[in-house]
């Protein structure tokens, strides 16, 4: 089973596009 964070960045990335922001709102890609 993948971690949360896994699934939130997968669902980030389906939702967003290439911009991956994480729990606390900051963009991974920033």
């Not at 993948?2 to 967003?16: F, G, Q, S, V």
């Amino acid at each position: 089973m993948a971690p949360a964070y896994a699934c939130r960045l997968l669902d980030a990335l389906d939702h967003h596009g290439p911009h991956i922001r994480t729990h606390d709102g900051h963009d991974l890609l920033d």
